[in-house]
């Protein structure tokens, strides 16, 4: 069989970075509840003239300018934060980054899962035809009301990768397991530009949801908890993975690291649970991004992983979760440049806690035509709205 997976992988984030010490001290909250209880130290905040589009594009330009355009029929656009009821965001994306008119382009949305989706569905893609290579851009805005319990969580990013045969980075394995289940403990309802969440209820249906998950590929005949060397967690807040990792600890019976920093004392195997936070302590929550930023930062960091069996577990709320499996390919380290990453998140412009939360309250209703104002750094922007539609520019 064709192994079939993810070839190259890239991260893009927002123009503006809120600290969340600075955040937590404006409210005379304890830094520590969101440093050490959530686990994030930043979250990233886009200008008014940057979106899901603009980050998404300016993800999947490297790769376009690393791999060409050669055999790209597909553009799968993963998103909870989508702009239009109707348009998929990567037809604007798709403009942005001159892809040919033969390239078909479509939006998936469940939550943070949809990503996981967009992987599946480009693995089926390319096993129909293994001379093709699908797009995937996985790009969201976390937004919650100001003061609410949520705030700190907040985030921006996006992740492109490149689906196709004979993969550079990791090989996806067909097995996976699956459990869907209706819970209303995130939603967005059509009318409003914040999310509402139950977080408590989204905290326990995550970590249900990856039992019944994980249990799903047990049944199906999956790889033991000791065959899987490194494993990644959808990361809304990076306390969550902790939390994932000791569930999936109990559910196996396996003795599992839970360490998630360089201070915290490792106990049991080590699954590279610390490594995989890097990038989402310091984005935030990106939603469909944030499971692949986590491999970004594992493949960044960990230079010993060729021939390892990494775990996935990809949770979207409402609910639709998946623990899959990949084996990283030998080279990879060779095409992965952490410094890359390190600049990008290093080189956002700090937002005073006044300017962040007057940003926040901006809304942009698409009934009257507007200017953005010229702020972000990214090669792509959103340049505002004429007669109801969206309009984007390379900057
Ligand atoms: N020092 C260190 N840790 C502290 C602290 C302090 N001074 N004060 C609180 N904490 C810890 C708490 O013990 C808790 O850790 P625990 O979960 O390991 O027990 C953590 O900080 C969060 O505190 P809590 O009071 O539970 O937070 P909250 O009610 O303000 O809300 C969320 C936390 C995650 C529920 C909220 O931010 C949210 O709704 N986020 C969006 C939803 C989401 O991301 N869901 C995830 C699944 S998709």
């Not at 192994?3 to 123009?15: F, P, S």
């Not at 995937?136 to 990768?161: F, H, K, N």
């Not at 021939?307 to 996935?312: A, E, I, K, P, V």
Request: glycine share 8%; net charge negative.
């Amino acid at each position: 069989m064709t192994a079939i997976g993810i070839h190259d992988l890239e991260l893009a984030t927002a123009h503006h970075v809120v600290d969340l010490t600075g955040l937590a001290e404006s409210k005379s909250i304890d830094p520590a509840k969101y440093v050490l209880g959530l686990g994030q130290t930043e979250m990233s905040v886009p200008a008014p003239d940057e979106d899901i589009v603009t980050m998404g594009a300016a993800a999947a330009l490297p790769i376009l300018e690393r791999n060409g355009t050669e055999g790209i029929r597909t553009l799968l656009f993963a998103t909870e934060s989508g702009v239009d009821q109707s348009k998929a965001a990567g037809v604007s994306a798709h403009a942005l980054l001159n892809l040919p008119s033969s390239v078909r382009v479509v939006e998936f949305k469940q939550a943070c899962y949809a990503g996981t989706a967009a992987l599946q569905s480009a693995i089926g893609i390319v096993s129909r035809n293994p001379g093709e290579r699908v797009l995937i851009i996985a790009s969201d805005v976390a937004r919650y009301d100001l003061d609410s319990a949520a705030e700190p969580t907040q985030g921006a990013g996006a992740v492109a990768m490149l689906v196709a045969a004979d993969p550079a980075l990791v090989e996806i394995e067909p097995l996976n397991g699956i459990a869907t289940a209706d819970v209303d403990d995130f939603w967005r309802p059509n009318d409003s530009s914040t999310a509402i969440v139950d977080g408590a209820l989204s905290v326990s249906a995550y970590l249900d949801a990856l039992t019944g998950a994980w249990n799903d590929l047990a049944e199906r005949g999956g790889p033991g908890i000791d065959e899987i060397d490194r494993i990644l967690y959808h990361q809304p807040f990076t306390k969550m993975a902790k939390k994932a990792q000791q569930r999936l600890a109990e559910v196996t019976g396996a003795q599992l690291s839970t360490a998630l920093s360089e201070n915290e004392a490792s106990v049991g195997r080590e699954t590279g649970l610390e490594m995989g936070s890097r990038y989402n302590r310091r984005l935030g929550n990106s939603y469909t991004a944030s499971l692949y930023a986590a491999l970004a930062a594992l493949l960044d960091h960990d230079k010993g992983l060729a021939g390892n069996r990494l775990g996935f577990f990809s949770y979207g709320s409402g609910s639709v979760s998946e623990f899959f499996t990949g084996i990283v390919q030998p080279g990879y380290d060779e095409r992965r440049d952490a410094a890359r990453a390190a600049r990008m998140l290093d080189g956002r412009a700090p937002l005073e806690i006044a300017d962040y939360r007057e940003l926040h309250g901006a809304e942009y209703p698409s009934a009257a035509d507007l200017e953005t104002s010229r702020v972000t750094a990214s090669p792509f922007r959103f340049a505002g709205i004429r007669n109801r539609a969206r309009r984007y520019e390379r900057s």
